[in-house]
T-cell receptor, first 115, second 112 residues
Framework: GAVVSQHPSWVICKSGTSVKIECRSL??????MFWYRQFPKQSLMLMAT?????????EQGVEKDKFLINHASLTLSTLTVTSAHPEDSSFYIC???????????FGPGTRLTVT | DQQVKQNSPSLSVQEGRISILNCDYT??????FLWYKKYPAEGPTFLIS?????DKNEDGRFTVFLNKSAKHLSLHIVPSQPGDSAVYFC???????????FGGGTRLMVKP
């Protein structure tokens, strides 16, 4: 149980375009979803926390107008990278928690390459 | 301000020997700690955890030790296997919440 999927697993987009990444909890209701970014030197950085039906809470230094997060249902959260630039190229990982547990279940990640 | 730190970015160990990965934290409100293993291009997978009421938790080849007074935890892998080669993250949370704070990760390489 507790499976989280992400789509796409890899995306290449041109600079200036927007790209949407989906995060789905497959067998549980995710009341809270988290979005992380992994930088080339390994560190996993929390970008934002989203609770179903409410606005996401962004970590300091993360531009909320650039990284749009929507958590419209208990099984789906989306991260949209708007007006992507090459420096946005990274590995984006989501995780999800259900109401009854404090555990976080991680998705497989999405590799974004902006050319 | 990094609240969770893994000071060794990499560690190389011979197969069959012990791997010890270290993690330090500064926030005394943390009372639940987790270790995750991550392969390239994959999400982290949960390995083992420990509550602050314990000082040791063991699961097969993996043991986590917690020293609350030193704000230090370590993950021991015995015996190390080549398949253990990955990046290991320690993470911490306040028990009443589900938000994790991650360390920077340690890349473990187990040589055959």
């Amino acid at each position: 149980g507790a499976v989280v999927s992400q789509h796409p697993s890899w995306v290449i987009c041109k600079s200036g375009t927007s790209v949407k990444i989906e995060c789905r909890s497959l067998d549980f209701q995710a009341t809270t979803m988290f979005w992380y970014r992994q930088f080339p030197k390994q560190s996993l950085m929390l970008m934002a926390t989203s609770n179903e039906g409410s606005k996401a809470t962004y970590e300091q230094g993360v531009e909320k107008d650039k990284f749009l997060i929507n958590h419209a249902s208990l099984t789906l959260s989306t991260l949209t990278v708007t007006s992507a630039h090459p420096e946005d190229s990274s590995f984006y990982i989501c995780s999800a928690s259900d109401f009854f547990s404090y555990e976080q279940y991680f998705g497989p990640g999405t590799r974004l390459t902006v050319t | 301000d990094q609240q969770v730190k893994q000071n060794s970015p990499s560690l190389s160990v011979q197969e069959g020997r012990i791997s010890i990965l270290n993690c330090d934290y500064t926030n005394s409100m943390f009372d639940y700690f987790l270790w995750y293993k991550k392969y390239p291009a994959e999400g982290p997978t949960f390995l083992i955890s420990i509550s602050s009421i314990k000082d040791k938790n063991e699961d097969g080849r993996f043991t986590v030790f917690l020293n609350k007074s030193a704000k230090h935890l370590s993950l021991h892998i015995v015996p190390s296997q080549p398949g253990d080669s990955a990046v290991y993250f320690c993470a911490a949370r306040v028990d009443a919440g589900n938000m994790l704070t991650f360390g920077g990760g340690t890349r473990l390489m187990v040589k055959p």
